[in-house]
């Protein structure tokens, strides 16, 4: 019997691997800065006060745009609106296409103004494209045998755990 000859690719990654098992040193984190002595006074005017918070207004229940856009579009028509930032630049170009007939920029303008609207879906019992469509390659899968390469599901309840006996 002759010996096989380790290839050149398998003897480097068994020198490598030697290598690579070695542990490592744990390098000691070094402290970021020098901490503050107590009773420093460097930044102290700056300093929250005991009592005050950051943000006592809290965050604005709405932004710059929906604000233009709510007072152009309780605006008289005649009405001159003075633009004096981007977001009423932008908001008078969006009623405008929204004057126009543009009904996304009229959809744009009722979202911003009034809230986008709750969507719901309601079903009819009967089963929808996908479910069909899902239940057709399941029967076709049955047919021709499964994929090269298929797993059985872990799960199994009532039909299904019947079906699973009958496919094998």
Same mark, same amino acid.
């Given at each position: $019997?002759?010996?096989?000859?380790?290839?050149?690719?398998?003897?480097?990654? /068994? /020198? +490598?691997?030697?290598? +690579?098992?070695?542990?490592?040193?744990? =390098?000691?984190?070094?402290?970021?800065?020098?901490?503050?002595?107590?009773?420093?006074?460097?930044?102290?005017?700056?300093?929250? /006060?005991?009592?005050?918070? !950051?943000?006592?207004?809290?965050?604005?229940?709405?932004?710059?745009?929906?604000?233009?856009?709510?007072?152009?579009?309780?605006?008289?028509?005649?009405? %001159?609106?003075?633009?004096?930032?981007?977001?009423? !630049?932008?908001?008078?170009?969006?009623?405008? $296409?929204?004057?126009?007939?543009?009904?996304?920029?009229?959809?744009?303008?009722?979202?911003?103004?009034?809230?986008? @609207? !709750?969507? %719901?879906?309601?079903?009819?019992?009967?089963?929808?494209?996908? $479910? +069909?469509?899902?239940?057709? $390659? %399941?029967?076709?899968?049955?047919?021709?045998?499964?994929?090269?390469?298929?797993?059985? @599901? =872990?799960?199994?309840?009532?039909?299904?755990?019947?079906? !699973? /006996?009958?496919?094998?």
């Amino acid at each position: $019997m002759s010996k096989k000859v380790k290839s050149a690719k398998r003897v480097k990654k /068994q /020198q +490598l691997a030697s290598v +690579l098992r070695r542990k490592l040193p744990r =390098l000691k984190k070094r402290p970021r800065g020098k901490s503050f002595e107590p009773g420093n006074s460097y930044g102290l005017a700056t300093r929250f /006060q005991k009592g005050n918070r !950051a943000n006592p207004g809290g965050r604005p229940s709405y932004k710059k745009y929906s604000q233009a856009l709510r007072a152009l579009v309780a605006a008289d028509p005649d009405e %001159t609106f003075e633009i004096n930032s981007n977001a009423a !630049a932008l908001a008078a170009r969006v009623v405008k $296409m929204g004057k126009k007939g543009n009904i996304s920029a009229i959809r744009e303008i009722g979202d911003r103004c009034e809230g986008r @609207p !709750a969507i %719901t879906i309601q079903g009819d019992g009967s089963p929808d494209k996908i $479910m +069909l469509l899902v239940e057709a $390659m %399941t029967e076709r899968s049955r047919e021709i045998g499964h994929p090269e390469g298929w797993v059985p @599901p =872990l799960l199994k309840s009532g039909e299904e755990q019947e079906e !699973a /006996q009958n496919d094998e």
